[in-house]
Nanobody, 120 residues
């Protein structure tokens, strides 16, 4: 019904930058909130950043000032601009979207995950 496809992950050196993208496709009426989560080995999945349909944003304290979330509703896409990256940012990053489907209900969908590795 709905698919979220992520791209942009990879290997980067400390203080480098990456831009993650997540595009939603399928039978979509509208998209409410979207967000990025990450999970490092041996740790719980945590919320990195979220953005509402009105553009209000929320960030984890550990990424404030370095990571920026944005969205392009015309493309059903959410982005995560990652600057000044640290080894502690190494994790699998997952996007999430609350999607209104044709039944009228909102359902949560997840991307497949993309690996971000920060290492020298």
């Amino acid at each position: 019904q709905v698919q979220l496809v992520e791209s942009g992950g990879g290997l980067v050196q400390p203080v480098g930058s990456l831009r993650l993208s997540c595009a939603a496709s399928g039978s979509i009426v509208s998209i409410d909130a979207m967000g990025w989560y990450r999970q490092a080995p041996g740790k719980e999945r945590e919320l990195v950043a979220s953005i509402t349909s009105g553009g209000n944003t929320n960030y984890a304290d550990s990424v404030k000032g370095r990571l920026t979330i944005s969205r392009d509703d015309a493309k059903n896409t959410v982005y995560l601009q990652m600057n000044s990256l640290k080894p502690e940012d190494t994790a699998v990053y997952y996007c999430n979207a609350q999607v209104q489907v044709q039944t009228g209900n909102f359902r949560s969908y997840w991307g497949q995950g993309t690996q971000v590795t920060v290492s020298s």
